[in-house]
Structures are given as C-alpha cells and as structure tokens.
C-alpha cells in the first residue's frame, strides 16, 4: 500500500486540544466508515515518525477528514493539531483496517460507544448512515470529562430521527445535568442495549482502560462478545 | 502506536503488516494455543513501538506475533519462540 502525499486545507477546533483536519487528497480510494490511516512525518534529518489517526468523515471528493486529540507530551500530535501549516504535505497510508468498520448493508440497529478522542471513527460511521435510507437506527453513548470535551456537536445534533446521542460526563456536567458525574455504568447501558438486536454490532473506542471497561459490561450484560467490535487508542 | 505504556490493540497492525502482507491482516482468526482464547487479530493487545511491536493474547498474554523494523528490514516472528523472517522492503 503506497504512501500518498496529502495537503492540509483546513484546520477547525473541535475542543481546546482536539482539531478536525481536512486534507486535498487527489486519488483517494475512498474508504468504509470507521477506517484510518497512518500519517507519517519525516523531519530534515530523516527521522520518522507514525501514528494512526481515524477518518472522521465518510469517504468525499478526494479529501479526508481527521480527528487529532493533542497527547501531552507527544511527539507528533501537537505538531499535526497546531503546528503543520495549511498548505504543507504530510504522508498518508490508507485506509486501514477490515474489523473496525460499519458498512452500509448491515440492517441491525447499532450502538456505539465512545470515551474522549475515541469519536472519531464512531461520527465518521453516524454521518455515512446519515446519508442512506436505511432504517436502522443508531445510538451513540459518548463520555467525556466535560462539557468542553465535546467534539463534532453539529455532526451528532444532525436531527436524524434514526440518532440517539447520549452524552455522560465523568468529571464535570452541565449545571442542571440529571444523571451525576461518572464513569459509564451498567445504568448507562442498560437502556441502549435494551433497544438492540441480539445480532446488533456494538463498536466501543477510546482509550484502553475505557474500551475494556465498557467491553466487560457489554459482555456481563448478556451482549454476544462476537458482536463487539473495539479500537483502543491507547 | 501510542507514547506511553498502556496496550493498544491488532487494529493498529493493518499499516505495519501491509508492507509484507498482501491480505487485509485485522480480520484474521486466531486461536491461542496457550488458553485457547479465539478472536480476530483486531482484538489482540499491541505493545511497543519499541523494540518492535509485541502481539499478545488478550487472555494469557502469550505472544501470538512479533514485527521490528531495522531500516529497510522487517522481522516477523510468529509465536513466541525464535526463528524470526526477515523481509527486505526496499
């Protein structure tokens, strides 16, 4: 699989440390909802470095959309939120990835999970089943630590009746916000998981300690571990 | 591959792997000879990137896959055990 060079024509803040980043990518393939890539950057000296990010949105017009979270520390993702200028190349591989997708023809209702950054790939498979006429529907529980931890609010307020956004806070809510501050429980399970097929894929992405958590419930809950499909961010 | 010490999962794989392999690698079924845990390659735990990234049962952790690069080299280890393939990407 080739490596592309893709430019940068657009930067949008998502939270204070998240930013969406659309590339011109002439050529592109196209790509299934919850796919991603591998960006590589090569410094003046020759060293490289890889990380994979998540394909936000549905496969277009010879662009792809990223999600980038800012990892404190890190070594690439500052550099690709805040520092890489439009109009600069990065390297992409893609899209990767057969296990972690939605496509199109499956008719089950779906649930999808998501802690923090771990949206990315989850609004990218919302927006795809946006545009088709299917009539299963969708529920997304999304945690986040506060409300300013939010990513892609128009995307998930799209007013598609088949759409049910739940968001739980862990640390911090919303002032007159009914369910406490906390971690995704079994109480916030309880209800979407109610409402899907035995066959209904559920999709968990965050990070590890997250997506293994919510993994574990689903399965104490009685969910077939063959219908959970998980992307750890580490 | 992340910075830090926690575990990511086979996902992370597809990139690395479609330098030597010509199928899609996520979607592969394995089953551990150690506690016969089975599951696609997507849902074993990941660690590295260095030395190279170790491939574990989610279960016993018994090492499914080992990949390092060296330069223009990859080695693969399948199993735990040594006798490592070394593909030249170059």
């Known amino acids: ?234 | 591959m992340a910075d830090g010490t926690v575990h990511l999962d086979g996902n992370c794989l597809a990139g690395p792997l479609s330098e030597i392999l010509a199928v899609e690698p996520t979607t592969a079924w394995w089953r551990c000879p150690e506690c016969t845990r089975s599951g696609p390659l997507a849902g074993l735990h990941v660690y590295g990137p260095e030395p190279g990234l170790t491939v574990r049962c989610p279960g016993c952790s018994y090492i499914a896959l080992r990949l390092v690069r060296e330069g223009e080299h990859i080695w693969l280890t399948v199993g735990g055990g040594s006798g490592a393939f070394r593909f030249s990407t170059a």
Do not use: K
Request: charged letters at 25%.
């Open chain 1, 1 to 234: 699989m080739p490596w592309r060079r893709v430019r940068l024509v657009e930067r949008r803040s998502q939270t204070p440390s998240a930013r969406s980043l659309v590339f011109a990518a002439p050529g592109w393939p196209g790509h299934l909802p919850g796919q991603h890539v591998d960006v590589r950057l090569t410094a003046d000296d020759g060293y490289r470095a890889v990380r994979s990010y998540s394909l936000a949105a549905p496969a277009d017009d010879e662009s792809i959309e990223l999600g980038v979270q800012t990892v404190p520390g890190g070594e690439v993702s500052p550099y690709l939120a805040d520092d890489l200028p439009l109009g600069a190349d990065v390297e992409v591989r893609g899209p990767l990835g057969n296990w972690f997708v939605w496509r199109t023809e499956q008719p089950e209702p779906v649930l999808l999970v998501a802690g923090g950054s771990g949206v990315v790939p989850l609004a990218a498979m919302i927006r795809a089943h946006h545009r088709t006429q299917s009539r299963s529907t969708f529920q997304l529980l999304y945690s986040v630590r506060t409300p300013d931890d939010v990513w892609y609010r128009d995307h998930l307020a799209d007013g598609d009746p088949r759409h049910d956004v739940r968001i739980v806070y862990t640390r911090e809510g919303p002032p007159a916000g009914a369910r406490a501050p906390g971690r995704v429980g079994r109480s916030d399970l309880d209800g979407p998981a109610s409402r899907l097929q035995p066959a209904s894929p559920a999709y968990v992405c965050g990070p590890t300690g997250f997506v293994e958590a919510v993994g574990d419930l689903l399965t104490d809950m009685g969910r077939d571990p063959a219908t959970i499909r998980t992307e750890r961010f580490g």
